[in-house]
């Protein structure tokens, strides 16, 4: 993709500060981590100043930059101790253009002891505020489960990207993660919007899998101009073909693009980042006054 024309994007109508997002499915195993990792990195790729944060007690993210987590480093968990850990001290460096927060076992106290702590389901947001002008895009990586990590993760972020498989059932959860995101929108965030599906794991070739994207697509559609934070959601393109690579490049410690930047995945992955984009800039152009008009 050529840089200059990203430059000349404008990333968002809001006056300033990153777009935040989160990965949500409440399902584990739908791709949520690796499209963390690699559109962010595709992201990243393109100019644009990335922070991933790690917001699941496993830490997959971490082990994806090759951080073992527990030794004491300051981390997602730690911005939720008392006192917490400054979200400048928790930022660690991936690559050029492309940060990340890493997680511990700490943070799965979030969700035990500290989920009826006054304030709790705000300490993301109050953190990544402090930090906002540094980046143009921040990716949360939300756990499986629809808790107070994944409500701290949709009060912080403007939207929600859900990266899930075409099969049977798939619908009910998308149906049930909506009404999580519609509950945050109305109360904690009600400028929240659910903007894309992302389809992982996909199988191209599969009948049922075709069956069920369309199924998925029907279901987006019939919310158009209707009063709900998915009315403008769409499934974005390409689906990410099921590569091998993929699910490889971790163990490595790498990124798909460090890992093997030929490869299928990598050219999904690069794609999704363009078709993000260009959607960005979509709305971006929607949301600006129209121009006056002549005398
Ligand atoms: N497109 C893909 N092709 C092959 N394996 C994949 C693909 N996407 C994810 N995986 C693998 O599937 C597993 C679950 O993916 P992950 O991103 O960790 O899901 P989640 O974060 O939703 O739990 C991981 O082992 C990952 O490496
Ligand atoms: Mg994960």
Not at 24 to 47: E, R
């Amino acid at each position: 993709m050529p840089r200059a024309l990203l430059y000349s994007v404008p990333m968002s109508s809001r006056p300033s500060g990153p777009r935040i997002v989160a990965l949500l499915n409440q399902k584990g195993g739908v791709g949520k981590t690796t499209t963390t990792v690699n559109l962010g990195a595709a992201l990243a790729v393109s100019g644009l100043r990335t922070l991933l944060v790690d917001m699941d007690p496993q830490s997959n993210l971490s082990l994806h930059f090759g951080v073992e987590t527990d030794e004491g480093r300051p981390s997602t968990g730690s911005l939720f101790s008392q006192p917490p850990s400054k979200v400048e001290d928790c930022i660690v460096k991936g690559r050029d253009n492309l940060s990340f927060i890493p997680a511990d076992t700490e943070l799965a106290l979030v969700e035990g002891e500290l989920a009826g702590r006054d304030g709790v389901q705000t300490v993301l947001r109050d953190a990544l505020t402090k930090v906002a002008k540094k980046f143009d895009v921040i990716l949360l990586d939300c756990p499986p489960g629809l808790g107070v990590l994944s409500v701290n993760a949709l009060t912080a972020a403007h939207e929600v990207f859900v990266p899930m498989q075409a099969q049977y059932l798939a619908l009910r959860g998308l149906e049930k993660l909506l009404g999580t995101v519609q509950l945050v929108a109305a109360g904690l965030n009600p400028n929240l919007v659910a903007s894309g599906v992302i389809l992982c794991m996909h199988e191209t070739l599969s009948s049922h899998g075709k069956a069920v994207v369309d199924e998925i697509r029907g279901h987006l559609e019939q919310f158009r101009g209707a009063d709900v934070p998915w009315r403008d959601c769409r499934l974005l393109a390409p689906p990410i073909r099921r590569n091998i690579k993929l699910a490889e490049a971790p163990s490595f410690g790498k990124t798909i693009f460090d890992y093997d930047s030929k490869c299928p995945g990598a050219e999904d992955y690069r794609r999704l980042a363009e078709s993000v984009l260009s959607m960005w800039r979509e709305r971006a152009d929607a949301d600006a006054p129209a121009p006056a008009a002549k005398a």
